[in-house]
Every structure is written in structure tokens, then in C-alpha cells.
């Protein structure tokens, strides 16, 4: 039977995500994924960029990711194209880059029943992700919406938080997978993005060095004069560039940086 709640959910989810910071998602084109990916268009805080191929795609989410700082969302189709997104999701763990992995899947009942396009995508990536969540549809009216909302909201500032890294929403869906415009009004209208407050809020608190271990680095600098400054690519931005800096004219340690590092010419600082 048709879900005429299924695209208020898939809204739902996508304002949680924009609540959270998500700004841009990359979309590889498929059946499954419709309804998620009407949702992200219709959502005006998303910018979505329509990718082809799933891997040339996903490693354009982790270029923006990485160039803006803001967990970017991936959303494919069931089956093989999320198979497509692993060696992305695996480096932006590696290289604390927020990803938002959005996996269309067909519903539990046309799993493992000889099916196209479906395949086990329960923690299809693994220890490669910070988290995983299965989105099965299910409840109805107000308080299903507020679970995907809260729940793309959670996605999103789970992906941001130190470390940041990859996380992973598997989300089942049902047919008919594309609504009529007046069933898409609905959702629109169901979801409440007429509503400008955010449903859930998410604070990411800062690390700062113990005090007494800076003044025993500050010691074991003063008692070495000869030094050398090793920086690969640099979280921070020009403020921590500038730090390293200082430290170099300080203590007279030259430094040795990584084309990456932005410490061989300024880094470029405007968003995608």
C-alpha cells in the first residue's frame, strides 16, 4: 500500500540535515532515492549538485566537505552505487572530513527474496563510519516527523563533531517512490519547513590544552635550540597558520609544510 506519509518524512529528514549545517549534497540519479532527493531539492538551505557516477560524486562531497568545513550529504540509489561511495567514505575517516551518507534501500520485505538493485546495505561501510543508523519508515503523524527531523539533525552534528568523519543513514523506502504535486504539497505543508525554528539544537564544545602541559612544552622549547617545525594539512584556518608562524619566529625552528598545510601560500577561504 502507497505510505502517504513517506514524503513528509524524506522532508523532514532533509530540514533536520539543513538545521544541523548541511549546505551542499551531491545526488547520483536512481529509482529508489526519489523521494530523499525531491526532499533535498525542495529544501532552500541545500544546495544540491546531480553527479552521475556515484564515485566521481562522492569524492566531489568530500571536496566540498573538506574546502568548507560543513559535513556535505551523499545520497545514491540501492543496491551497488553505495558499494560506489565506499573508498570516499573511508578516506574522509581517515582524513576527518564530515560526510552525511544518505543510502536508498528497498524496504525488508524485498530483501534477500532475489529482488534487482538490493543488496545488505546494513553497515555496508563498516568501522569506516563514526555512526550508523537504519531510517526504517514507521509511525505516523507528528511524532514521525519530528524523529527524521531530530534524526537528520543528529546525523549532520554527528558527522561535524571531533573528529569529524563520515556517518551513515540507511534509509528503506517504499512505492510509489515519486508523489503526485499535490501529494508533494502536503509534504511540504507536513514537514513544516513554513516553520523558521530549528526542532533540535546541537552545540560542539571546544578542546583546549591543559594548562600545565603548555608550559611544559613552553620549557622543553626554551631548552632546545635547534628544532624543526613538520605541519601537514592544517584544521583551523588561518588562525592556527598564523600560530604556527609565531611559534617558528619564536623559537627560530624552521618550518618544513606540506603543500596542504597553507603555509606556503594562503589558503583559499571562501565556501564552494
Known amino acids: 500500500m502507497p505510505d502517504p506519509n ?22 547520483s540519479p536512481g529509482s529508489r532515492s526519489t523521494p530523499l532527493a525531491l526532499a533535498l531539492a525542495q529544501e532552500d538551505r541545500i544546495r544540491c549538485w546531480s553527479q552521475v557516477d556515484e564515485r566521481a560524486g562522492s569524492f566531489f562531497g568530500l571536496g566540498i566537505a573538506k574546502a568548507t568545513g560543513r559535513p556535505a550529504a551523499l ?6 552505487a553505495a558499494a560506489e561511495f565506499h573508498p570516499a567514505v573511508i578516506e574522509a575517516r581517515h582524513a576527518r572530513v564530515p560526510l552525511v551518507v544518505l543510502t536508498a534501500d528497498r524496504p525488508a520485505e524485498l530483501r534477500d527474496c532475489g529482488a534487482g538493485q538490493a543488496i545488505d546495505q546494513i553497515k555496508l561501510y563498516g568501522d569506516a563510519v563514526k555512526w550508523f543508523f537504519e531510517a526504517e519508515p514507521g509511525g505516523e503523524g507528528t511524532e514521525s516527523i519530528r524523529f527524521f527531523r531530530s534524526l537528520g539533525a543528529r546525523a549532520a552534528a554527528s558527522a561535524a563533531a571531533s573528529p569529524p568523519g563520515p556517518v551513515h543513514l540507511n534509509v528503506p523506502l517504499r512505492d510509489p517512490l515519486t508523489p503526485s504535486p499535490e501529494a508533494l504539497d502536503r509534504a511540504v505543508a507536513g514537514a513544516g519547513t513554513a516553520d523558521p525554528r530549528p526542532l533540535v539544537s546541537h552545540h560542539e564544545g571546544s578542546l583546549v590544552p591543559d594548562p600545565a602541559l603548555v608550559r611544559s612544552l613552553g620549557a622543553c622549547l626554551r631548552e632546545e635550540p635547534r628544532g624543526l617545525i613538520v605541519c601537514g594539512e592544517i584544521d583551523g584556518g588561518e588562525e592556527a597558520v598564523e600560530a604556527i608562524r609565531n611559534l617558528s ?24
Open 249 to 272: 619566529r619564536a623559537t627560530g625552528y624552521p618550518i618544513l609544510a606540506d603543500v596542504l598545510s597553507g603555509l606556503r601560500a594562503p589558503r583559499a577561504t571562501e565556501d564552494v
Open 75 to 80: 545520497l545514491c540509489t540501492s543496491g551497488t
Open 6 to 27: 513517506q514524503m513528509a518524512r524524506m522532508m523532514a529528514l532533509a530540514r533536520g540535515l539543513a538545521d544541523a549545517g548541511v549546505v551542499h549534497a551531491c545526488v
